[in-house]
Nanobody, 117 residues
């Protein structure tokens, strides 16, 4: 059973940084791509960034030049480095994984990020 576990969320002041981690386990299939989404209260879930294991990244306009998505060396997880955080970045952040040969993608349980004084 494929499982995604996020960590690294928390409370940070505006202008601060956090690094989110997502670990993928339970599958022998290779990763095709990973992404980070977020959902703030009253809003729909939105794509923040994604990365193809073969290369290529996408960032939402609101986070470009502040956030960086990477894949770990073993290609069984991903990170989201978040710098210059703003109050509007406050949300639950979810990790998403697409694996080769699997008909659907997978989600983590989410980790709360709060940017506030």
């Amino acid at each position: 059973q494929v499982k995604l576990v996020e960590s690294g969320g928390g409370l940070v002041q505006p202008g601060g940084s956090l690094r989110l981690s997502c670990a993928v386990s339970g599958s022998g299939d290779r990763l095709y791509a990973m992404g980070w989404y977020r959902q703030a209260p009253g809003n729909e879930r939105e794509l923040v960034a994604n990365i193809a294991i073969s290369g290529g990244t996408y960032y939402a306009d609101s986070v470009r030049d502040r956030f960086t998505i990477t894949v770990d060396n073993a290609q069984n997880g991903a990170y989201l480095q978040m710098n210059k955080l703003r109050p509007e970045d406050t949300a639950i952040y979810y990790c998403n994984a697409i694996l080769y040969g699997r008909p659907s993608d997978y989600w983590g349980q989410g980790t709360q990020v709060t940017v506030s004084t």
